[in-house]
């Protein structure tokens, strides 16, 4: 690697999902309803046990809040027919408005529904990793709003050396589609990707508008 | 006249001030009112005051407050007069001394509120049927005079006590929302008194048989020093119970904490800050706590030096004179009057959770040093409400986890070693009526309220003088949503025999203000000088500058009871000819004699510009140290001076069962195991729920949007009854019905639903509920002690719509 690539860190353990970063970011962009850069998934699994009187409760559950991934390999860059979308030297992933056709190849491209059509425009959306905040010196609007400081960001090697590697979870697909720039710890219930006796439970909640 | 209007701000700038940001933004805007004050110079320890080039400007503020549990900072951005953007505490070196105090997701959302549509925006009249919901607008002069010409012919006909302000925490910072009107009545010759909250009934009242005062709890930098923590129905990632709570029990766990959460459902506490998560039956926590004992004490786990020295009631050795015969604590825990030995089976039974976990908690609780036991609030709204708190108290002494650091002596637990925030700063003065009625009552009050005496826990007069005839409520939806029956509720406030008029002053036509005679309309406290202290917690004070003035014909609650005050002829004595912000100088001054010697003054707090003084707490401290230490030189204020396992004052009361001496486990008066389950099969419960604080925000897109209005199904209760994900499912037991969208999911055990409580009552024209207002299904009926609110005491039944 060696080239700069900016990544999200994601502590899942102490994640309550409050949501409270995914209304920071709404709030900054102005993002109406159905427009969701950044998300928390409600992820659940396991079964109820009965036990004479008692039930057992062999049931797990964990967040993830998740945006861009601002893809190492971004299938959205490489899917879009105008060339709308580059890759930062920073490894951020924008679009360009004024090229956006609003076609949505790149929709369906992504594989973590982060690229979000925004039907007041006829354009493409998705979160910017808030470069302008960044050239201020500042951090993310996401980052600095978690209440229990689950959230952070830096250059991905930097996080992987903290933390180690951690995009292999469910929901996110198998990281080798699109080498996602994003640190997960994961939370105790965290299973690996493709478990089959777990489900996004809050489904309705992190769907954007289609 | 000698009273200050609360408006323009500019009056108040200085002309430097003045120039300065008159070259900033231009005359109209000021012409307008449209901006805060002076902007001041940045100084070392101050945030900067920052004027990005397209002219917004940076101010931090507190978030407005409802009744959440948190206290928060906002950092507001504003441009051409209008809020644009809106972050949170960036105050640098976010250490647990002083922590950030970052606002969550309503506090967020607020531009959605703030800029609502449907603000209530003039004073209005009722035209159709009361409950109806038809208004026309009308004038301030004529709201007003109708206002004040009500409480005279009120006072007049029936007497002050015929008059009430009912409880509400709608708009909660200090010179905002009832405490005004309060202010107003008490200076009229008083309103009818009420005592308790919807929140707090019996942990505020039974705590302190027990302890002999409320101030139970450590303050909060010493949560780190725990061992194991205990989360019992305690939920603080979603009612925040002081801002950071969630944020210091994660530190707690990373310092080493194991953490387990008891709790009917897996709360967003239980997933982000346990270790465990053990569900347990609703209602049915003191069965929990008294098989816990039975197996500390059984296994000679419980701190015997600390008993002695400190407890009473404990054994028979323990008894208060004259009743050594009585049964202790030990006796009912090993069934040696009742025949029942509490054990982990006997509780399993009881709580659905198994024996060899009950065993393994309590043994972990009775062994593992220093270890807190964090009582919830839910578990304390039900039917005999008081047990659980008495019972989780005694646990904390039996095992000594009181008076250490990282301890926890449970009970309401305000914080050591004053108590903690004020709250009500703004002096309401006091009330020259001297009846009060338990909070939860007052639809009694309406419909016998002279009839009503000691045994309905009136205080302060034999019999009530009054029926009431006469409600003003002020940022308050407790006439319908949030009290319970809301079918009876509205029933009765139909009734213009009963109530004869009703006023209601807020900024939303909640479900409340349908039942109004008479509307006016309140600016937002983006829109009001305003100051808060913490919550239960903090050792901080939050300004509230006025962003800008009022939109519309809306005031503040202080100018309408100023204005009002001016037509009962008491404007003088009402104002002190002080504003808003001049009151809000007067509390700074008030915490500068009292809990914050060095807090600068309202100046120099807005040339700061964090919004908040905060002082850091280096050394927690612990409450019940020096009783600890020495506890026959620092009694306790119960009567025997310590603490009070069996209570002589319980036992004198002479119901035993329902009121014990000791904490026992009662079966509640709608249960799984009563008759009742037949039809109603479903406990159901109303939680806390992210998106609102009790009923405010529940208009809100973004929330809606996070966290919709659903109710929550285990699979195995949704599949019995053929209900999926997203169906429309009728809820409904013989209080009413309400049609809402199904959630089935794992995070609820089975036998229990939950419908998060604060969605506005929406009935169709068959009277059921179209939006998920929980109180449709609870009950008026309220608790043997504390006379307090049951409401989470449902039981239900669900089938597809």
Known sequence: ?210 | MSRKEGGPVISAMDRRCFLRLSALFGGGLLASGGMISCLGEKESKSLPVTMEDDGTVIVRAGCPSHNCGGRCVLKLHIREGEITRIETDDRPNDDITDPQLRACIRGRSYRRRQYHPDRLKYPMKRIGERGEGKFERITWDEALDILASQLNRVKEQYGNSAILVPYGTGSYNQTNGRQTAARLMNLFGGSLGFYNSYSWACISRATPYVYGTGVTGNQRQDWVNSKYIIMWGWNPAEMRDGTNSEYFVKKARENGAKVICIDPRMTMSAVSLADEWVPIRPGTDTALMSAMAYVIISEELHDKDFIQRCCTGFDSSQMPEGLENEESYRDYIFGTVDGTPKTPGWAEKITGIPARTIARIAREYGSIKPAMLYQGYGMQRRAYGEQPVLGGCVLAAITGNVGIPGGWASGIALQADDGGPFWNVFPTGRNPVSERIPVFLWTEAVLRGREMGPEDGVVGAERLENNIRLIWCVASNILINQHADVNRSAKILKDESLVEFIAFQDQFMTPSGRFADLVLPVCTQFEVWGLQDGWKYGDEVIINPKIYDPPYETKSDYQICAEISERLGIAEEYTQGRDEKEWIEWAINRYRNTRFPEIPSLDELQKENTGVYSVPIRNPKVAFADFRRDPENNPLNTPSGRIEIFSRQLYDMGKPDEIPPVPKYIQEWESPFGEESRRYPLQALGHHYMPRVHSTHDQIDWLEEAFPQRVFMNPIDAQERGIKSGDEVRVFNDRGEMVIPCRVTKKIMPGVINIPQGAWWEPDENGVDRRGCVNVLTSHKWTPLAFGNAQHTIMCQVGKA
């Open chain 1, 1 to 210: 690697m060696g080239k700069k690539q900016l990544a999200f860190y994601f502590d899942s353990t102490s994640c309550s999902g409050c949501k409270t970063c995914q209304v920071a970011c709404k709030d900054k962009y102005d993002n109406g309803s159905g427009i969701l850069w950044r998300r928390v998934y409600e992820v659940t699994g396991g079964d109820w046990i009965r036990d004479g009187h008692a039930w057992i409760p062999n049931v797990f559950s964990y967040h993830i809040s998740m945006a861009c991934n601002h893809c190492m390999e971004p299938l959205c860059l490489e899917s879009c027919p105008n060339r709308a979308i580059e890759k930062k030297e920073n490894g951020i992933v924008l679009i360009d408005t004024d090229r956006c056709m609003g076609c949505r190849y790149c929709e369906w491209a992504c594989p973590y529904g982060a690229l979000q059509f925004d039907r007041n425009t006829g354009r493409m959306t998705k979160c910017t990793f808030c470069d302008d905040y960044l050239e201020g010196g500042k951090k993310p609007a996401c980052v600095t709003a978690c209440p229990m400081r689950v959230l952070d960001f830096g250059e991905m090697e930097e996080l992987e050396k903290l933390h180690g590697k951690g995009n292999e979870i469910f929901p996110l697909p198998p990281s080798h589609h699109t080498e996602p720039a994003v640190v997960i710890k994961p939370h105790r219930n965290a299973r690996m990707a493709n478990n089959r006796d777990i489900k996004i439970d809050n489904l309705e909640e992190v769907k954007h508008e289609q």
